[in-house]
């Protein structure tokens, strides 16, 4: 049984960390080197105190498999981004799945994705929980490609 869990504190950061060196994270992220740790500890925890984003861990047992972040837009829109430390599993889809309960159910009634137009398994979990390609597109560098990726805007509304 898995289960979403609201980061309230510092303890999941090692998690963070591990789905933050993963190679597709980094490459999809536009970098080609995996982050700084001492970088990407103060920025979760910077995330953590801030009214503007929340960060969720998918967990079995103790074991964490996944996470997403929201960032609010305003009030009633987030853009979200996921990762997951396992694929092929369906921990990625579960996690945004668990994610939009947890946004609708707290009166968030638009969830954004920007996913690049090669990412064939965000796509799928985009798709296969309801979210629709809103026709707008941004041109992201992805360093290891040394060329600009189309990252398209998909939408989910309550």
């Given at each position: 049984?898995?289960?979403l869990i609201l980061a309230k504190?510092?303890?999941f950061f090692e998690d963070y960390?591990?789905?933050?060196?993963?190679?597709?994270?980094?490459?999809?992220?536009?970098?080609?080197?995996?982050?700084?740790?001492?970088?990407?500890?103060?920025?979760?925890?910077?995330?953590?105190?801030?009214?503007?984003?929340?960060?969720?861990?998918?967990?079995?047992?103790?074991?964490?498999?996944?996470?997403?972040?929201?960032?609010?837009?305003?009030?009633?829109?987030?853009?979200?981004?996921?990762?997951?430390?396992?694929?092929?599993?369906?921990?990625?889809?579960?996690?945004?799945?668990?994610?939009?309960?947890?946004?609708?159910?707290?009166?968030?009634?638009?969830?954004?994705?920007?996913?690049?137009?090669?990412?064939?398994?965000?796509?799928?979990?985009?798709?296969?929980?309801?979210?629709?390609?809103?026709?707008?597109?941004?041109?992201?560098?992805?360093?290891?490609?040394?060329?600009?990726?189309?990252?398209?805007?998909?939408?989910?509304?309550?």
């Amino acid at each position: 049984m898995t289960k979403l869990i609201l980061a309230k504190d510092e303890k999941f950061f090692e998690d963070y960390f591990k789905i933050k060196c993963l190679k597709t994270n980094i490459f999809y992220s536009g970098f080609s080197n995996p982050p700084v740790r001492e970088e990407l500890e103060k920025s979760f925890t910077e995330k953590l105190k801030s009214n503007k984003y929340k960060l969720f861990f998918l967990a079995r047992q103790s074991h964490v498999l996944s996470y997403s972040q929201i960032r609010f837009i305003n009030e009633k829109t987030v853009e979200m981004s996921y990762a997951s430390l396992v694929t092929g599993q369906g921990y990625g889809s579960k996690v945004v799945e668990e994610t939009i309960k947890f946004c609708f159910e707290n009166e968030i009634d638009i969830i954004i994705l920007y996913i690049a137009e090669i990412n064939i398994f965000s796509i799928r979990i985009a798709e296969k929980n309801g979210f629709t390609k809103t026709g707008k597109v941004e041109l992201r560098m992805l360093q290891q490609l040394n060329r600009e990726i189309l990252f398209n805007e998909w939408i989910l509304r309550k």
